[in-house]
Every structure is written in structure tokens, then in C-alpha cells.
């Protein structure tokens, strides 16, 4: 029990040192990672019903963690690389703007044991599961990068999602198995401009509010904000023999605390309020996601896995509403509830090598008629063709390598401005993903 403390307690500590230093999270489903970890990534991010490794049970299904002997410990890092464009024509103005692009480090961490029972594993994780963010530079040949407040100018976003997980599976047979996880998350979000709070608004010439004159000036929610959140996992894994297995999970809702900025009035014309302080709110959770999935194991050396989830954004504070308040604020990203498709393989053609591919499908969450509202968070893509292998160093010890594109997609949506919609106007957004994979594996007990 002493030993068992004192892996738990380095656990802990390893995660929470992960959630504190990681850097920016992406994703490719939706604001979600397609997969986590070299393994899972490979095989198109699907692992509902096939347990191949700690990092994907922890992110899909905890039932699964049964699977695995002795103590168990994975280190996962990803280099994601993003490319986002943003074009706009106002009558016959247009142009079009790259964003900057760097890699973004995501880390993954996960840690499994079975007690002395054999029928329960107890197991611990820190994960980078998510998240958005453009880097956009005023651009005066792009009327919608123009000068504030004719355009946005300079549009910047950042949003990081990871989730510490705390987790347990139970053999309830030799063949069923359950699962659950306690999920502690945290997030991060810099937004600028921040068009969730009420412009200081300039009437015009006309002096009259609503009217096409109006001048709105959005302050910056630059000061990044950190919130806290939680939710909780459940679920099921089926051996119904020695080929086939299925499983079945249920991710809550992550309920959060709402991000809160300092930040000041931004309007120049407006001499009582320019350069005072305000202080900005935004309430963004994270949707509930149920997946289901099959796995076969054809051959002795091959293994075929596919998964269906759907995430619920439609339920989702932040994500739910779309258009503006009576104040000009914009009331939410207007997302749509999205079916997610995965299959992958795992084939060996030797004892000390995996070679591993799959391909995911995800629906685009954001409408064409929201794209004017999702500059800040283009989370389009729906083809993932991705790729890797594996080698045991030793049978306790591996390595694994993944690669995977998202295939670009963009929208196209009119200006919307409070008043309604703007004839012979456009934004198109575009975004396209690749990301490289590596991951260690070690185990106390039994062959990787």
C-alpha cells in the first residue's frame, strides 16, 4: 500500500506539472483532439473497444484500462502544426490573409496499475485534449482584417484545453468490464478583439443608434484568464471472444467558472469612458461527447478498430447561441451538434513491430452563416488520413511514431452585423492540420 502511495503521489505531481507548463492545445475534431497519443492518433483516433494503450483509454473509454497487467506508464508529446487563412470581399474590395503559423507542443501523460486482485486498475492521466487559435495581422487589402473600427484589424485568439483524470475500471467478469473517471480540467483563453462583450458604440454623423454609420469599438480580452473545471466519465468494455470486442462510453459535460478579463473601454470619440476600466466575462464549457465502438482481431497480428461519437455542442454554454444581444455583444460561436467516424488498424508484421494507419471523419460544427463569427476559432476540418508505427525496445519497453493531415476545408458566410446580414459581402475561412507523434511506453509486467 506504502508502494502504491508513493506512485500515486508522483503521479499527481508529474500532472500537475504537465497542466502548468504545457503549451497551446489544437484540435481536429470540432475543438477536440481526433486522438491522444502516438497509438490511438495512428489508428484514426479510434479505441472505444480496442485497448491498445493507457493514453487513448484514458481520453476514450476507462473501462478499457483493464486491459492492461502490471504498472503502466506513457509519455506522449505532439508537434501540431495549423494553417489558417482568412478571405473577405466588401462589394468589390477583397483579399485574403495568412495567419502565423508554429508548431504547438502538446504533451500527454498516463499512468495505470492493478492491484493484487487482478479485478481493478486504478490509473491517473494528464492530457492536452483541445482547443483554437489564429494569429491574424491587420491587413488594410483585407477589408475584414482593415482598420479598427471598419474591420477587426489585428484578430488573435488562444484556447488551451487539458484535463487531469483520475480513473478506475473494475472486471465485473473475466469479459465485462466498467469503467470511471472524475475529470478536473483546465483552460485558457485570450481573445482579441472580444466581440462577447458590449462595444462602446459611436452613432455617426447621423446621431442615431442602428443605423449604418455606428461605429463599434470591442475591447481586448488579451490578459489570458485561466478557469477551472470538471466533469466525469463512464464506461463499458465487452470481450465477446477471442476476435471481438465492443465498447461504449459517456463523457459529461465539463462544467467550467466563466473566464473573466481586466480589459478597458476601447472607443477614442468617447472622452467620459476611453481608457477606463472594465472587467470582461465569458462563460465557455465543454460538450458532452458519446462514442460507441467494434474491434476485430482478423488475424493473430491484425487488429481492426472503428468508433462513431457525437458531440454535443448544441447543449454547450459558449457554443450554443449564435447572432448578437440587444447590447452588439455576440451571444455565442452558433455551433452545431456533430457526428464524429474513426477506424483504424494495427498490423505486425514481426514480434517487435507495429505498423499502424486510419482515417477519421468529423462534421463541421460551424454553419456557413457563422463563419463572420468564428474567425477566432476555425475548427473546420473533416478528413484525417494519419499514419505510424511502433517498436518494442524490450518486451516492457516501446516506442511509437505517428503522423497525421487533416485535408483543408473552409466555409464562407456574409458580414453580420447587428442590423442583419451585408449584401456582396463574404469571409471565408480555411484551415487545414498536420502533426507529428512520439510516445514512450513502459511496463512492470507482461509484453507491450
Request: aromatic share 14%; net charge negative.
Amino acid at each position: 500500500m506504502r508502494f502504491l502511495l508513493r506512485n500515486v503521489l508522483s503521479v499527481v505531481a508529474a500532472a500537475a506539472l504537465l497542466v502548468s507548463t504545457s503549451s497551446d492545445a489544437r484540435a481536429t475534431d470540432g475543438h477536440f483532439l481526433h486522438g491522444v497519443g502516438a497509438v490511438q492518433s495512428a489508428m484514426g483516433g479510434a479505441g472505444t473497444a480496442a485497448a491498445t494503450d493507457v493514453l487513448g483509454a484514458l481520453y476514450l473509454n476507462p473501462a478499457a484500462l483493464m486491459a492492461f497487467d502490471g504498472t503502466r506508464v506513457e509519455l506522449g508529446f505532439e508537434m501540431f502544426k495549423p494553417a489558417r487563412t482568412v478571405s473577405s470581399s466588401f462589394g468589390s474590395f477583397s483579399g485574403s490573409t495568412d495567419s502565423k503559423t508554429d508548431y504547438v507542443a502538446i504533451p500527454a501523460f498516463g499512468w495505470s496499475t492493478k492491484l493484487n486482485n487482478e479485478k481493478i486498475v486504478l490509473a491517473l492521466g494528464g492530457l492536452g485534449i483541445g482547443g483554437f487559435g489564429v494569429d491574424y495581422p491587420q491587413d488594410n487589402t483585407n477589408p475584414i482584417l482593415g482598420p479598427r473600427p471598419s474591420g477587426f484589424g489585428q484578430v488573435f485568439s488562444n484556447y488551451t484545453l487539458l484535463k487531469v483524470t483520475m480513473a478506475a475500471a473494475w472486471a465485473v467478469t473475466p469479459k465485462f468490464w466498467v469503467g470511471g473517471a472524475l475529470n478536473v480540467d483546465w483552460a485558457t483563453l485570450t481573445v482579441d478583439p472580444a466581440p462577447f462583450a458590449a462595444p462602446d458604440v459611436s452613432f455617426g454623423e447621423d446621431g442615431q443608434p442602428g443605423t449604418p454609420d455606428d461605429q463599434a469599438f470591442y475591447s481586448r480580452a488579451t490578459a489570458t484568464d485561466g478557469t477551472w473545471g470538471a466533469g466525469f466519465q463512464l464506461g463499458l468494455f465487452y470481450e465477446f471472444n477471442d476476435m471481438f470486442s465492443a465498447g461504449l462510453s459517456y463523457t459529461s459535460q465539463q462544467w467550467f467558472d466563466d473566464f473573466e478579463w481586466n480589459a478597458m473601454y476601447e472607443n477614442p470619440n468617447n472622452t467620459e469612458t476611453f481608457g477606463q476600466a472594465r472587467v470582461l466575462q465569458f462563460g465557455l464549457d465543454v460538450p458532452a461527447v458519446a462514442s460507441g465502438g467494434i474491434a476485430v482481431q482478423a488475424l493473430p497480428n491484425l487488429l481492426l478498430t472503428g468508433d462513431a461519437r457525437y458531440i454535443f455542442y448544441e447543449n454547450t454554454p459558449g457554443f450554443d447561441q449564435q447572432g448578437f444581444n440587444a447590447d452588439g455583444s455576440v451571444k455565442g460561436f452558433g455551433w452545431k451538434n456533430i457526428w464524429v467516424f474513426a477506424g483504424g488498424l494495427e498490423w505486425r508484421p514481426m514480434e517487435k513491430l507495429a505498423l499502424r494507419g486510419g482515417y477519421n471523419y468529423s462534421q463541421n460544427p460551424i454553419p456557413d452563416s457563422q463563419s463572420f463569427f468564428n474567425i477566432p476559432a476555425p475548427a473546420i476540418v473533416q478528413h484525417h488520413a494519419t499514419v505510424g508505427l511502433g517498436f518494442l525496445v524490450t518486451r516492457r519497453i516501446s516506442i511509437d511514431l505517428a503522423y497525421y493531415k487533416a485535408f483543408s476545408n473552409s466555409i464562407t458566410g456574409p458580414f453580420v452585423f447587428p442590423q442583419g446580414e451585408i449584401p456582396q459581402t463574404s469571409v471565408t475561412n480555411e484551415l487545414s492540420e498536420s502533426s507529428i507523434l512520439l510516445a514512450f511506453r513502459f511496463a512492470t509486467r507482461g509484453s507491450l
